[in-house]
C-alpha cells in the first residue's frame, strides 16, 4: 500500500510539472531549467570532489558555475572562455524601457520576461498584469498604433495564443506603426538598456542579447525587435560620426 500511495503521488507531481511546464513563458523555463542544471552539476561535482576525483570535480564545477552565470574563467583573465555561458555579453539585472504614448514596456535582459503599465488614459499607473485578456485586448482600440504594437508584445508573451480568438484584423493594424520615426539616443539607449557613452563593443553585446529574447521561439515580438534594431542603428550613426 504505501508504494501504491507512493507512486500515486508520483505522478500526481508529474502531472503538475508537466501542465506548469506547458503553460510556462518559455524564456522563463529555459532559465529556471538552466539554474536546476547547474545546481545539480554543482552537487556532482561536490560529490566527486569529496572522493577525491579532482579530475572530474573541477571541470563540473566550472560547468555548474557557468550555468549558474558564474564566470570564474572570466575573472581570472579567460574572458572568453567564460562567456561560453553567457556571463561575459549582459549585465546582471539589466532591462530595455519602450515607451509609446499610452504605455511603458520594460523588458528584463536575464529573463526575457516583458511587464508594463499604462501612463496615459483613465488606468494610468496600472500594471498590466491586473487586467484580464478581454480587459486588455479592448484597450487596442484607443490606443494609437504604437501603443497597439507595444501592448501586443506583451499579449504574445502573456496569452500566447490570444492571437487565435481575436476578432476581425484587430492584431494586425500596428502594421503601419509610426516606428520610422526617427529615435532619439536618449531613447536608444533606454531600449537597448545602456547607460549613454556605452561604446560600439556594449552596444553589439546588448544588441545580440536582445534579439535572443525576441526570438519566435522566445515568444518574441516582430514590433520589439525592430525597435532594438532601430536603437543598435541610431548610436552607432552617433558613433561614426
Same mark, same amino acid.
Request: with cysteine.
Given at each position: 500500500?504505501?508504494?501504491?500511495?507512493?507512486?500515486?503521488?508520483?505522478?500526481?507531481?508529474?502531472?503538475?510539472?508537466?501542465?506548469?511546464?506547458?503553460?510556462?513563458?518559455?524564456?522563463?523555463?529555459?532559465?529556471?531549467?538552466?539554474?536546476?542544471?547547474?545546481?545539480?552539476?554543482?552537487?556532482?561535482?561536490?560529490?566527486?570532489?569529496?572522493?577525491?576525483?579532482?579530475?572530474?570535480?573541477?571541470?563540473?564545477?566550472?560547468?555548474?558555475?557557468?550555468?549558474? !552565470? *558564474?564566470?570564474?574563467?572570466?575573472?581570472?583573465?579567460?574572458?572568453?572562455?567564460?562567456?561560453?555561458?553567457?556571463?561575459? /555579453?549582459?549585465?546582471? !539585472?539589466?532591462?530595455?524601457?519602450?515607451?509609446?504614448?499610452?504605455?511603458?514596456?520594460?523588458?528584463? %535582459?536575464?529573463?526575457? /520576461?516583458?511587464?508594463?503599465?499604462?501612463?496615459?488614459?483613465?488606468? /494610468?499607473?496600472?500594471?498590466?498584469?491586473?487586467?484580464?485578456?478581454?480587459?486588455?485586448?479592448?484597450?487596442?482600440?484607443?490606443?494609437?498604433?504604437?501603443?497597439? /504594437?507595444?501592448?501586443?508584445?506583451?499579449?504574445?508573451?502573456?496569452?500566447?495564443? *490570444?492571437?487565435?480568438?481575436?476578432?476581425?484584423?484587430?492584431?494586425?493594424?500596428?502594421?503601419?506603426?509610426?516606428?520610422?520615426?526617427?529615435?532619439?539616443?536618449?531613447?536608444?539607449?533606454?531600449?537597448?538598456?545602456?547607460?549613454?557613452?556605452?561604446?560600439?563593443?556594449?552596444?553589439?553585446?546588448?544588441?545580440?542579447?536582445?534579439?535572443?529574447?525576441?526570438?519566435?521561439?522566445?515568444?518574441?515580438?516582430?514590433?520589439?525587435?525592430?525597435?532594438?534594431?532601430?536603437?543598435?542603428?541610431?548610436?552607432?550613426?552617433? %558613433?561614426?560620426?
Amino acid at each position: 500500500m504505501p508504494t501504491l500511495i507512493a507512486g500515486a503521488i508520483a505522478v500526481f507531481v508529474l502531472y503538475t510539472l508537466l501542465q506548469m511546464m506547458r503553460s510556462a513563458n518559455p524564456a522563463v523555463l529555459a532559465r529556471a531549467l538552466k539554474i536546476a542544471g547547474g545546481i545539480v552539476t554543482l552537487a556532482a561535482a561536490l560529490f566527486t570532489g569529496v572522493k577525491g576525483e579532482l579530475a572530474v570535480a573541477i571541470p563540473l564545477g566550472l560547468f555548474g558555475a557557468g550555468l549558474l !552565470g *558564474w564566470t570564474p574563467l572570466q575573472n581570472a583573465g579567460f574572458g572568453n572562455l567564460g562567456g561560453i555561458f553567457g556571463g561575459g /555579453a549582459r549585465s546582471r !539585472g539589466q532591462a530595455s524601457t519602450v515607451r509609446s504614448q499610452y504605455l511603458e514596456m520594460v523588458l528584463d %535582459h536575464d529573463s526575457g /520576461a516583458i511587464t508594463g503599465r499604462v501612463i496615459k488614459g483613465p488606468n /494610468a499607473g496600472r500594471s498590466l498584469d491586473e487586467f484580464d485578456l478581454g480587459e486588455l485586448a479592448a484597450m487596442l482600440a484607443g490606443f494609437d498604433a504604437e501603443s497597439c /504594437a507595444l501592448l501586443e508584445s506583451y499579449l504574445d508573451r502573456r496569452f500566447p495564443a *490570444w492571437r487565435q480568438n481575436a476578432d476581425g484584423d484587430t492584431a494586425g493594424r500596428q502594421r503601419s506603426q509610426a516606428s520610422g520615426s526617427k529615435m532619439t539616443a536618449e531613447e536608444a539607449y533606454q531600449i537597448l538598456g545602456l547607460q549613454p557613452g556605452a561604446g560600439p563593443d556594449d552596444i553589439g553585446r546588448a544588441h545580440r542579447t536582445l534579439m535572443k529574447k525576441l526570438h519566435p521561439d522566445q515568444g518574441g515580438s516582430t514590433y520589439l525587435a525592430a525597435r532594438v534594431n532601430a536603437a543598435k542603428d541610431t548610436l552607432l550613426r552617433t %558613433h561614426r560620426s
